[in-house]
């Protein structure tokens, strides 16, 4: 009787150490082991850690993109985007506008008649003015004298003369004479007729009175002699 019990003995230790062996074998049904565990625990590392990665990643991306739209907001709010700055290797050309010639230029000065009379008693007067006139280009001038002394100008222009000309001939006797005069005729006889007055700073010559007339002397009367 004791092998017997010995024998059920070792068949219970048996049955108690490899209760999910036999449960397994039984039921159909596979229980984790040790080292099944240790595999799923490493694959949810992995997993939380490339989460991870990926969270930092997006964040990366994310400032980024908010940086670089701050920075485009930024440029098109500064008021000196739309100016442009001058290239210094570029070179301006200033054009120098040609003076304007004068309206008189275009007429032929050197048909126009012109009589100087000097009025002031002063020799050279109307010679004087005779150059001026000629740098102007009217060369068809002649000079003589006056009949009366005048102190003032006086130019007498024809109807039919250009503007022009009567413009620029009275503006030379300006700058030349105290007091200028000018009026307009219809004599044909000359275009331009001037009798010169005093030049500016210049005084009137004095007038030279007549020598006191000299009555002639008595001659002796000669008494004859008785004659004899």
């Keep these: 009787m004791e092998p017997e019990q010995n024998q059920s003995v070792e068949t219970e230790q048996e049955v108690q150490s490899t209760p999910f062996q036999q449960q397994g074998s039984s039921s159909g049904v596979s229980f984790p082991t040790v080292g099944e565990q240790k595999k799923s625990g490493g694959t949810k590392t992995l997993l939380i850690v490339g989460i991870l990665v990926l969270v930092a990643i997006l964040g990366f991306v994310i400032y980024k993109s908010a940086t670089k739209k ?3 907001t930024t440029t098109e ?3 000196f985007d739309n100016l442009t700055t001058p290239s210094t290797d570029q070179t301006v050309q200033t054009v120098t506008p040609a003076p304007s010639a004068s309206p008189a230029a275009s007429i032929d000065k050197t048909k126009i008649q012109i009589q100087i009379q000097n009025g002031t008693g002063i020799t050279g007067e109307a010679s004087y003015l005779q150059t001026q006139l000629k740098t102007l280009g009217y060369t068809n001038v002649k000079a003589g004298n006056s009949e009366a002394i005048v102190t003032a100008t006086t130019a007498t222009f024809s109807k039919s003369l250009d503007s022009s000309v009567v413009a620029e001939i009275t503006q030379k006797l300006n700058s030349i004479y105290q007091t200028v005069t000018t009026s307009t005729s219809a004599s044909a006889g000359f275009d331009v007729v001037i009798v010169t ?3 500016k700073g210049a ?5 030279v009175s007549p020598s006191p007339l000299v009555s002639p002397s008595a001659s002796p009367t000669v008494t004859p002699t008785p004659t004899p």
């Design 77 to 79: 709010a500064s008021p």
């Design 203 to 207: 005084t009137p010559k004095p007038l």
């Design 70 to 72: 701050t920075s485009d």
């Design 197 to 199: 007055g005093l030049r």
